[in-house]
């Protein structure tokens, strides 16, 4: 077993090397600036894309975190690249916060102000902070804090709203994007949330801070994780009924793992424990969507017992960090034969030996989802964060 984690610990340093590599070559958008919005499956530019703040955002956190780990200079400017374009061209000078997206040239395009995307923006600065130590940095970080928690925050029912318009304002279409229902929280923004705010904990160890980090997680033990299944509720009205029954396997076991990383950097002995019995619970439940190849599928509908068998490079990605993660709690082999099995499946089947990067997914005959390879939703964050936390765990 040590010599195939050996073997393991190799192959995944390259391929994060070949990942990074792949955003330096490809993502920089020298006509316009900033990065490109949108390359395609074949490789093809569309110069007139719009671009997502998530993608930006995550941009940020990766080329912050490679640095952080290679001290390579090429890494630091693509970080100070996203980091600039944030600044210059997402950031409302008017209403604070971010845009959620803008046009090809640079301009405003869709100004609402989903927390989502604040959330994100918090998760790359921080990690940005972390290497260039400018103060700049951390208080644009905190200043998106204080509008969460001064817009968003429910102190009724406890969590988070989804959205707002430019200017703070309710609105009626919530969702994340158009496979999302129109719910007032989600699973998935809080998710993000507390991932955001455990990074900005690092740098900002604030006791505000903390106690946001302490309520995320009640809010996930008392309403998102279902105390029967131990999968993640993913939609919610006000006051956190549950309104789907579809299991998210790929946010499960993503969770697992920023869960326990949450309860492990507020320093309670008691509190990790639990949070390590429960990841433990969830990836047990995870497994379920497991198919014979070593995947791990995408989705699974209760209300109609329909499973959704493409699989994303993302769930993937995930899933070798989570099922790690809960092996080095256990020492249970089987959880490592897992990480084993989808890594082989991203071999054979994600990775694009000929181009760089991975693809977006695959059906059930194997043959290639036709998505982005960079986008909206495309980033180097899944997998790039995945190849981080292997090589530091193993």
């Not at 309520?215 to 993913?234: A, Y």
């Amino acid at each position: 077993m040590l010599e195939k984690l050996a073997q393991f610990k190799s192959e995944i340093g390259n391929e994060l090397n070949s990942i990074l590599d792949f955003w330096v070559n490809n993502s920089v958008d020298n006509q316009n600036g900033g990065f490109v919005g949108k390359i395609d499956n074949a490789g093809v530019v569309y110069p007139d894309a719009e671009k997502g703040c998530v993608l930006n955002a995550r941009i940020l956190w990766t080329f912050s975190a490679a640095f952080n780990k290679f001290q390579n200079p090429v890494h630091y400017s693509l970080a100070e690249r996203a980091y600039n374009y944030i600044q210059n061209h997402f950031r409302d000078p008017e209403n604070g916060g971010v845009f959620w997206s803008v046009d090809a040239s640079g301009k405003p395009f869709n100004t609402r102000k989903q927390i989502y995307g604040l959330a994100f923006t918090i998760y790359g600065l921080s990690e940005f902070y972390q290497n260039n130590k400018k103060q700049e940095v951390l208080d644009f970080a905190i200043s998106l804090f204080e509008l969460i928690e001064k817009h968003s925050y429910d102190h009724k029912n406890g969590g988070y709203w989804e959205a707002f318009s430019a200017d703070w304002q309710p609105m009626e279409d919530l969702r994340l994007s158009e496979k999302d229902r129109n719910d007032p929280k989600t699973m998935n923004t809080h998710l993000h949330i507390i991932e955001a705010y455990v990074n900005l904990y690092r740098v900002w160890p604030e006791k505000r801070l903390a106690e946001r980090i302490q309520h995320l997680l009640e809010i996930f033990e008392k309403h998102i994780i279902d105390p029967e299944t131990f999968h993640l509720k993913l939609f919610f009205d006000d006051k956190w009924r549950s309104q789907s029954g579809a299991i998210s396997y790929g946010h499960d076991i993503e969770a697992t793992w920023l869960l326990q990383e949450a309860a492990e950097i507020l320093d309670d002995e008691f509190l990790l424990d639990n949070w390590k019995e429960i990841a433990i619970k969830m990836a047990d439940a995870t497994a379920k969507g497991f198919l014979p190849d070593g995947s791990l599928i995408h989705e699974y509908d209760l209300s109609t017992h329909h499973p959704d068998t493409h699989r994303e490079w993302w769930v993937s990605a995930e899933g070798m960090v989570g099922y790690l993660n809960v092996y080095s709690i256990s020492d249970d082999e089987s959880y490592l034969k897992k990480v084993f099995g989808l890594w082989s499946f991203i071999q054979k089947h994600l990775l694009d030996k000929k181009n760089g990067e991975w693809f977006w997914g695959v059906y059930d005959d194997y043959s290639k989802m036709n998505e982005d390879k960079i986008g909206f939703w495309k980033c180097p964050y899944h997998n790039a964060r995945a190849c981080m936390e292997i090589l530091r765990r193993v």
